[in-house]
Each structure stands twice: as structure tokens, then as C-alpha cells.
């Protein structure tokens, strides 16, 4: 049986990735070790959400804590690193 038949991906298939905005890490320049699904990104928006802030860059969201968006010093139109570890991606069919 190949892989469709386990509900995995098949080699060549078109996937999607898709992950939670709690699941990104957001660093000022690219992280090393373990996490190795990174992404450089412009920051297009900062929106209050709840108890956390919501780092928005296009389409991708990352959820941090207050205290981290104010270390980070991020605003707008900066660039940074969007990082998510390989487990927290799930991959649907495009």
C-alpha cells in the first residue's frame, strides 16, 4: 500500500502546510537547532488578541506574548524570522 492508503502524503502530490499561530516562534534573525521550518518575514501588523499579540506577516500569523513583542522591539515593515517545528505542521491536499 503507498503512503495515500495510510492517510499520508504521496510523493509529487501538491500539499498545503498549515500550523496554529500559537505554534510560531518569532525571532529577529534565523534560529538554529531543532526547529528547522523558518521562514524570513515582514511584519504587516501587530494586533492585540486576548492576552497575547498577533504578529501578522501576509497570510502567516504568529500569536506571542506581550513581553516578547516589546523584547523583540518589532513593528511594522520589520523583518523577522517565523519558525515552526516540523510537528506542529499539518499537510493537507491543495
Given at each position: 500500500?503507498?503512503?495515500?492508503?495510510?492517510?499520508?502524503?504521496?510523493?509529487?502530490?501538491?500539499?498545503?502546510?498549515?500550523?496554529?499561530?500559537?505554534?510560531?516562534?518569532?525571532?529577529p534573525a534565523?534560529?538554529?537547532?531543532?526547529?528547522?521550518n523558518s521562514?524570513?518575514?515582514?511584519?504587516?501588523?501587530?494586533?492585540?488578541?486576548?492576552?497575547?499579540?498577533?504578529?501578522?506577516?501576509?497570510?502567516?500569523?504568529?500569536d506571542i506574548?506581550?513581553?516578547?513583542?516589546?523584547?523583540?522591539?518589532?513593528?511594522?515593515?520589520?523583518?523577522?524570522?517565523?519558525?515552526?517545528?516540523?510537528?506542529?505542521?499539518?499537510?493537507?491536499?491543495?
Open positions: 500500500a503507498d503512503r495515500a492508503d495510510r492517510g499520508g502524503p504521496v510523493a509529487g502530490t501538491p500539499m498545503v502546510a498549515a500550523f496554529r499561530p500559537a505554534t510560531v516562534a518569532v525571532f534565523r534560529a538554529t537547532g531543532s526547529p528547522r521562514w524570513p518575514v515582514t511584519v504587516t501588523a501587530l494586533e492585540p488578541q486576548g492576552d497575547l499579540v498577533r504578529v501578522r506577516a501576509g497570510r502567516l500569523s504568529a506574548t506581550p513581553q516578547a513583542a516589546a523584547d523583540l522591539a518589532i513593528t511594522p515593515g520589520d523583518e523577522v524570522w517565523f519558525t515552526v517545528k516540523a510537528t506542529e505542521v499539518d499537510l493537507y491536499p491543495a
